[in-house]
């Protein structure tokens, strides 16, 4: 019951921090989001739970945040804006593997406890090829998944009152891609079929429940003042989306 509690705090937490960011540094801050999250929801996955008696790990509640802070980002801004913030992910998530495989290859020094450290970072930093692999093409794909279909929702549901379509309608599918292409290429084969279900079924339902508790927090940080730097990049969508709309009404 502890873990409920405790889970039900760490995403109002994590989602209030999305927002806080979003309202001081605006378009930098999200940016910076979506690269901190990529590290910590990797990092986060490594430890296993447990919730409702099934066993289930860390890092979704980052990993749904990235969602998010593109689709916040594709709101305001446009999907170019979007895309950039996840090729920015993506990047943060290649560095972050290449400078820590490097860091791991020095030798470790003969005072105390530096054997503890090396074994710690391997156990964080040291992750199997596969595991590499999958979470890098999940992550490309689901993402930019997402940004279209969320740019493709809004023109069906444009209304402002209609956010929850958009943010639900594109992060519920992509969160569906991006479990299906992660755990095919990292347990498709290690698990029986039954258990590959498992933790198919459990990862998904809980980024399904993770991204509707999203909603709210992006209402919010939807409502903030634009920071004076980002003013000029909304006003240009904001006229390009109107150029588009007129062009559609006059066809």
């Known amino acids: 019951m502890f873990n409920i509690w405790w889970g039900i705090l760490f995403v109002i937490v994590n989602y209030g921090l999305f927002t806080l960011c979003y ?3 605006g378009i930098k801050g999200m940016y910076a989001w979506i690269g901190v999250a990529t590290v910590l929801a990797n990092i986060q996955v490594i430890k296993t739970i447990e919730l409702f008696g099934i066993a289930t790990t860390l890092g979704n509640t980052m990993y749904v945040s990235m969602y998010l802070a593109s689709d916040l980002l594709n709101e305001r801004f446009g999907p ?3 895309r950039k913030a996840v090729w920015f992910g993506f990047f943060t998530l290649i560095m972050t593997t290449i400078v820590m495989k490097m860091a791991l290859t020095f030798k470790v020094s003969g005072i105390e406890d530096a054997d503890n450290a090396q074994v710690a970072l391997t156990t964080i930093f040291d992750q199997l090829p596969t595991l590499v692999v999958a979470s ?3 992550y490309l794909i689901s993402q930019f998944l997402d940004v279209r279909l969320y740019t493709w929702l ?3 549901f444009p209304a ?3 956010l929850w379509i958009r943010n639900n309608g594109s992060t519920m599918i992509s969160s569906f891609v991006d479990t299906l292409v992660f755990c095919s290429i990292a347990f498709l084969g290690v698990y029986d079929w039954q258990v590959w279900i498992e933790i198919f079924l459990t990862t998904y339902i809980l980024k399904f429940v993770l991204t509707a508790a999203g909603t709210p927090f992006l209402y919010l940080a939807r409502s903030m003042k634009v920071a ?3 003013k000029p990049l909304m006003i240009s969508y904001q006229i390009a989306k109107d150029k588009e709309e007129q062009t559609q009404e006059q066809e």
């Open 80 to 82: 170019k804006v979007a």
């Open 23 to 25: 309202r001081l540094f």
């Open 228 to 230: 004076e730097e980002d």
């Open 136 to 138: 890098l093409s999940a």
């Open 154 to 156: 809004r023109q069906l």
């Open 160 to 162: 402002p009152h209609q």
